[in-house]
């Protein structure tokens, strides 16, 4: 069963970037729709950004243009680069694998929670001002 492991978490100012790192294990990350969630103090988890086996990708309005969502397949590595951080991106940050064949991410949204069948632990993204 496919195993992720986060990292690349930390302490930042507003302004500053991250890249946030999920390693996968047992099956290749190139065969899922790999998929990038955070979870604010107090609020539900949210998508952030997806990408497809063929590379495509798609962002929620709240990061696109500062976040960018890759794959390196050799590494078997899902991204995250993270710029113009701000303070309502701190955050627990997941990523997740799923067999996704619904279309949403083609069509320009991340895909639901629930069509993800596989989770990280998380890594955590603070972002001072």
């Known amino acids: 069963q496919m195993q992720l492991a986060e990292s690349g978490g930390g302490s930042v100012q507003a302004g500053g970037s991250l890249r946030l790192s999920c390693v996968g294990s047992?099956?290749?990350?190139?065969?899922?729709?790999m998929g990038w969630f955070r979870r604010s103090q107090g609020k539900e988890r949210e998508g952030v950004a997806a990408?497809?086996?063929?590379?495509?990708?798609s962002y929620a309005e709240s990061v696109k243009g500062r976040f960018t969502i890759s794959r390196d397949d050799a590494k078997n590595t899902l991204y995250l680069q993270m710029n113009s951080l701000m303070p309502e991106d701190t955050a627990m940050y997941y990523c997740?694998?799923?067999?996704?064949?619904?279309?949403?991410?083609?069509?320009?949204?991340?895909?639901?929670?629930?069509?993800?069948?596989?989770w990280g632990q998380g890594t955590q993204v603070t972002v001072s001002s």
């Open positions: 997740a694998a799923g067999l996704i064949y619904d279309g949403t991410v083609v069509a320009g949204f991340v895909p639901r929670e629930g069509a993800f069948g596989y």
């Open positions: 047992a099956h290749s990350v190139s065969d899922y729709t």
């Open positions: 990408i497809e086996p063929d590379g495509t990708s």
